[in-house]
Nanobody, 129 residues
Framework: QLQLVESGGGLVQPGGSLRLSCAASGASLDRYAIGWFRQAPGKEREGVSCLSSSGISTQYGDSVKGRFTISRDSAKNTVYLQMNSLKPEDTAVYYC??????????????????????WGQGTHVTAYP
């Protein structure tokens, strides 16, 4: 069974950068589409980014386009989210999630929580002066 563990969160000043990691065990991430979501206090969980199983196709939410980059290291079975130019509104718990690409991209859409069966426990990101 696929297990996902996020790391790399922390406190950073606005304008700073963080790199989140989503390390997988139990299966190869090359078989899955991977999504990053975030949830701020009192808000719905929202899709941030998605990487196809091929590692070629990427998707980004409008609020993070041009600032965040999703990537994968297959040798480490890990997906990353590089976050630059962080803003206070990026403050949230960030989660990675995985499922077969047909569910994520064809059946539900990458921003739908319903598309993903496997979730990590989350990592906190705070961008504040």
């Amino acid at each position: 069974q696929l297990q996902l563990v996020e790391s790399g969160g922390g406190l950073v000043q606005p304008g700073g950068s963080l790199r989140l990691s989503c390390a997988a065990s139990g299966a190869s991430l090359d078989r899955y589409a991977i999504g990053w979501f975030r949830q701020a206090p009192g808000k719905e969980r929202e899709g941030v980014s998605c990487l196809s199983s091929s590692g070629i196709s990427t998707q980004y939410g409008d609020s993070v386009k041009g600032r965040f980059t999703i990537s994968r290291d297959s040798a480490k079975n890990t997906v990353y989210l590089q976050m630059n130019s962080l803003k206070p509104e990026d403050t949230a718990v960030y989660y990675c999630a995985a499922d077969l690409e047909v569910r994520v991209l064809s059946m539900f859409g990458w921003t739908s929580k319903l598309a993903y069966s496997d979730w990590g426990q989350g990592t906190h990101v705070t961008a504040y002066p």
